[in-house]
């Protein structure tokens, strides 16, 4: 091999060095740049959908009230521009005037005539009282939804899942089984609100640190959201 061929060969092999470097440096770009547009998308996407979701809330809720009322009562006709969320405040006012109107004593009269009549009917008395004890339990100020957080074995040995106690166990169920025992709610990913109730023993039971809150957001999220360390 003379000394122009050597000189050629030790060029094409400095080229391909080059190239093998400028490759990594783009690569290294490239998942640079990747992984800012992940953290991009997880930092702003869920600020953006809540927002969205608020939005086309408000929206809804100025449709159906614009709807409901009255030409002649309609704020909206006598305003020379369309302002969201009115409808929102005016559905809040009158959800207040009507609990007013609920707390006093002709108020509670009526109620109790309502639900007389709905309770006559066969379908909707079941379903009026589920909403009803529903809505109570969430929305009384007076009892908590979920008492505390437990972690049992289910369903079987050796794997354990979280679990939300909503009371001890009473009345009849109670009489009939020979521990004690708890109710415990387990509800599923991502979406807590379904779920199955349980009637599990209380030594079986580890009671949790975690606030139910935090366990709601580590059951939505599988797993992603840890509770912080007590």
């Known amino acids: 091999m003379n000394k122009k061929e050597l000189k050629k060969r030790a060029k094409n ?3 391909i060095k080059k190239k093998k470097i400028e490759n990594k440096v ?8 990747r992984a800012y547009l992940f953290t991009g998308i997880l930092v702003t996407a869920p600020v953006a959908i809540t927002f969205y979701l608020a939005y086309k809330f408000i929206l809804w809720v100025d449709v159906f009230v614009n709807k409901i009322l009255p030409p002649q009562y309609n704020f909206v006709n006598y ?3 369309t302002i969201p969320g009115f409808g929102l405040i005016i559905l809040i006012g009158f959800l207040m005037l009507v609990g007013m109107f609920a707390a006093g004593f002709l108020g509670r009269f009526f109620i109790r ?5 709905v309770a006559k009917m066969p379908l909707v008395s079941s379903v009026y009282s589920l909403l009803k004890q529903i809505f109570e339990t969430v929305f009384s100020s007076k009892t908590q939804a979920f008492k505390k957080v437990v972690m049992l074995e289910y369903p079987r040995k050796g794997i354990w ?8 166990l009473q009345g009849e169920i109670e009489e009939k089984l020979p521990d004690e025992m708890v109710n415990v709610f387990i509800p599923t990913t991502p979406n807590p609100t379904s779920g199955f109730l349980i009637f599990v023993p209380k030594k079986d039971v580890i009671e949790m640190d975690m606030s139910v809150e935090e366990a709601i957001k580590f059951i939505v999220s599988g797993g992603l959201v840890e509770p912080k360390d007590k």
């Open 113 to 117: 005539l309502g639900e007389w009549f």
């Open 79 to 81: 305003m020379p521009m």
């Open 13 to 15: 092999i400095k080229n």
């Open 26 to 33: 783009f690569m290294k770009l490239g998942a640079k740049l």
């Open 161 to 168: 899942i979280l679990g939300l106690v909503s009371a001890d």
